[in-house]
Every structure is written in C-alpha cells, then in structure tokens.
C-alpha cells in the first residue's frame, strides 16, 4: 500500500533550527511536496522535490532521497508564525496526491 | 497569480438540508480540482477529483449521490453536500491544478460546515 509517515508533533525554540522528517512509500513516484498548514487555514505550498538533494528558499529547505524514499523540511531561524502543521505529500505514478497526517510544530520562546 | 477562491467561508446549515460550496480558480483556467475534507486535528483526506467536462472520481468510500460535485467550467467547481448531517461537519477544501499531471494544486481557503 501506499504511506507516507511524519512525526505528529515537534516542538523548538524561537530563533533554533527543526528538521522534520517524511519516509514515504509510493506506486512510482512524481515528486514530494511540503505545504504549510495554520489552524483553520488551507495549506500553503512550500516546497517541491523530484530530484535528489537539497532545495534552498529562504529560511525554508527540502531534501529528497528518492532511493530512500525519505525527504525532510529544514526550518531555520525559527519564528512563532512557524507555529503550524507542515504537511508532506507524494505523487505516485498516477500523479496523485499520498498526503502525511501532517507534522505539528510548535515554536516556543 | 494562481488564486484559487471558496465560497462560503463558513456556513451553518440544519440537518436534512442541501449546502453547496463554490471553487474558483481567479487567475488560471483549472483543468483539474480537488475536493478534500479535513476532520479536527486529521490530515486532509481527498474526496475527489474532477476534470472540466466529465464526471468526477470519488474515492473509495465517498459516496457520490451526497457528495454531488460539478465542473462546468475550467474556472469553477461546485461540492454540494446533500441531506446534510451533523457528521458532516468538516473542514471543506478545494484545490485546481492548471494541469492534469497534478504536479501543481493551489488551495482555496476551505469551507467551515456546521451542520446542526
């Protein structure tokens, strides 16, 4: 089947660094992505991987492992507006969707 | 660009009544929408999918005759709950791709249904 795990809960300090971990398994495989969740809010997309290695975008970094079906999300300089679900998601070979139960984070001072 | 907008934001309906939720894509002409449903503190959970023209796919255990869902045009979709129960009750949120390959979804803001 396919599956997509994420820790449920992560917390950090304001101003630290998180990585937040995805293992994924997948029908054939077009791409990862990690969308950003507020409460009550949709998600917001944050990053998109289909090939090996790291992605930079600002505070914001994904990292993909296709032969180990593994990506993460890098979250630097922390803030409390990083407060939110972040939500890792795989394409299959039918390009649809596998979403994670989502991440968690909460940011502390 | 690539806005994609919901109405209602937040409705509250009595049991037994029809809701009818609105997705439009304000800037991209939508091949493809999404229709998904968030329960409190779950992830989002994919109900269907439609492509402008034809018929929507509903995922297994969404039952389409509640669930009617309308793609008429490439900038509007439409989900409407019908015979609505409290178990209803969700987070309702639309996404469109410009695409078929799905490779790009942006979200609408979702849709808060209460059904009393």
């Known amino acids: 089947g396919q599956n997509i795990d994420q820790p449920t809960e992560m917390t950090a300090t304001e101003g630290a660094i998180v990585q937040i971990n995805c293992t994924y398994q997948t029908s054939g495989f077009n791409g990862l992505f990690w969308y950003q969740q507020h409460a009550g809010e949709a998600p917001t997309f944050l990053s998109y991987n289909v090939l090996d290695g790291l992605e930079e975008k600002g505070r914001f970094s994904s990292f993909l492992s296709r032969s180990k079906g593994y990506s993460y999300l890098l979250l630097k300089e922390l803030q409390m507006k990083d407060s939110a679900s972040y939500l890792c998601?795989?394409?299959?070979?039918?390009?649809?969707?596998?979403w994670g139960a989502g991440t968690k984070l909460i940011i502390k001072p | 660009g690539a806005v994609v907008s919901q109405h209602p934001s937040r409705v509250i309906c009595k049991s037994g009544t029809s809701v009818k939720i609105e997705c439009r894509s304000l800037?991209?002409?939508?091949?493809?929408m999404f229709w998904y449903r968030q329960f409190p503190k779950q992830s989002l959970m994919l109900m269907a999918t439609?492509?402008?023209?034809?018929?929507?796919?509903?995922e297994q255990g969404v039952e389409k005759d509640k669930f009617l869902i309308n793609h008429a045009s490439l900038t509007l979709s439409t989900l409407t709950v019908t015979s609505a129960h409290p178990e209803d009750s969700s987070f309702y949120i639309c996404s469109a791709s410009p695409g078929r390959d799905y490779n790009e979804q942006f979200f609408g803001p979702g849709t808060r249904l209460t059904v009393l």
């Open positions: 998601a795989a394409t299959d070979s039918n390009y649809q969707l596998i």
């Open positions: 800037d991209f002409q939508a091949t493809t």
């Open positions: 439609s492509n402008e023209g034809s018929k929507a796919t509903y």
